[in-house]
DNA sequence: CCTACCGATCGGTAGG
DNA sequence: CCTACCGATCGGTAGG
């Protein structure tokens, strides 16, 4: 047995308390988060929680990176391997909406709860946002731009807005999933993004 | 003069009071929104802000209720009178894209930020919020309909499918302006709105 | 519309 | 990782 305050079982706390904190952000918001409430959720006390992070932004910015890492995992890590470019890029899409139908966290997509409330702010947990936000983007615009030099998109293609467009399909799923609970955004996402890249 | 304390004074100062909810409200969230920094930023005091609304969550609806008001004066206020149908909905498009574009509110769209904080959510806040996007969004699928009975739209058209992208591209548009102050944000929502309804 | 106050909870610290 | 505590602020009330 390890004792009790060993390095592998400080890890391991820590990693209970950020993924508990992952789902009650996804509810209530990254400012919403209480040392409080997730101290008292994990039956641990507010300075055994907070002594892993220092201070609550940290906290919040150990969740936004679980967040991330939660992102990759189901989306590019559970799309099928697939030839860059237009192959590529379809089965990420395809990941995209199955993961926002799925539902994993109880608030949906965190990354748009978290863009949304912290985009009229500044600070360390905004910038870690957008900046994830914009390396996602990035790893699409990629794959379209390859796409379209290899010809596999239609002459005269922007990839700039078809990237644009794409964001939307994904950002209008999530608003009518989670606001609306409408059993049929999943297959509007779908045949938007066949739309945009084509069946 | 009129005395300190008549109707209208009165009323005068819930307006102040909500106008200024609403501002801080787009940047905190209706969560982050206090009542001691909102009386505070006003020269009240606390009892002088909650008396005309007597709990917090009232004082949020009321918010709420502005936001709608104001999204109502800005787009279908703004845009110019056309047939119903197509050239309505044109006309509509455009002005939302302007109100987003444009910034009135220091923390963006009102309602994109608001669906997203509560919509994990449950409570009469939540309630609002959904049945205000409900109600814009079917005033738009009545001119989508309009269209496509008319023949305004290429044949096979399915209405529902044309919001949901419609939806998508505001939202793109929102989150491109807000989190990423992306400059082309606002030519690439009008490109995306001609695509889809044509020239 | 104010002052004065309530109990609860906030983020965070001291000390072990 | 805990108990015990800090000052600040929360939503809300009493009484005028």
């Given at each position: 047995?390890?004792?009790?305050?060993?390095?592998v079982?400080?890890?391991r706390?820590?990693?209970?308390?950020?993924?508990r904190?992952?789902?009650?952000?996804?509810?209530?918001?990254?400012?919403?988060?209480?040392?409080?409430r997730?101290?008292?959720?994990?039956?641990?006390?507010?300075?055994?929680?907070?002594?892993?992070?220092?201070?609550?932004?940290?906290?919040?910015?150990?969740?936004?990176?679980?967040a991330?890492?939660?992102?990759?995992?189901?989306?590019?890590?559970?799309?099928?391997?697939?030839?860059?470019?237009?192959?590529?890029?379809?089965?990420?899409?395809?990941?995209?909406?199955?993961?926002?139908?799925?539902?994993?966290?109880?608030g949906?997509?965190?990354?748009?709860?978290?863009?949304?409330?912290?985009?009229?702010?500044?600070?360390p947990?905004?910038?870690?946002?957008?900046?994830?936000?914009?390396?996602?983007?990035?790893?699409?615009?990629?794959?379209?731009?390859?796409?379209?030099?290899?010809?596999?998109?239609?002459?005269?293609?922007?990839?700039?807005?078809?990237?644009?467009?794409?964001?939307?399909?994904?950002?209008?799923?999530?608003?009518?999933?989670?606001?609306?609970?409408?059993?049929?955004?999943?297959?509007?996402?779908?045949?938007?993004?066949?739309?945009?890249?084509?069946?």
């Open positions: 047995m390890s004792p009790r305050n060993s390095v079982e400080t890890r706390t820590r990693q209970r308390i950020v993924d904190g992952l789902a009650l952000a996804s509810v209530d918001g990254l400012e919403g988060l209480t040392i409080g997730l101290a008292a959720d994990l039956g641990m006390s507010k300075a055994g929680v907070l002594g892993h992070f220092g201070t609550k932004e940290s906290l919040q910015l150990a969740v936004v990176d679980a991330a890492e939660l992102f990759s995992e189901e989306v590019p890590g559970r799309a099928p391997a697939s030839a860059p470019g237009l192959p590529r890029l379809r089965a990420l899409c395809e990941a995209w909406v199955s993961y926002l139908e799925r539902g994993l966290l109880p949906g997509c965190f990354f748009t709860a978290a863009a949304a409330e912290f985009d009229g702010r500044g600070g947990v905004r910038d870690a946002v957008a900046g994830l936000d914009a390396l996602w983007q990035r790893d699409l615009r990629i794959h379209l731009r390859r796409a379209q030099t290899a010809g596999e998109l239609p002459a005269g293609t922007d990839a700039d807005q078809l990237l644009f467009e794409l964001v939307g399909v994904m950002l209008s799923l999530n608003h009518a999933l989670q606001l609306h609970r409408d059993p049929h955004a999943a297959d509007r996402a779908r045949r938007a993004t066949r739309r945009l890249l084509g069946p």
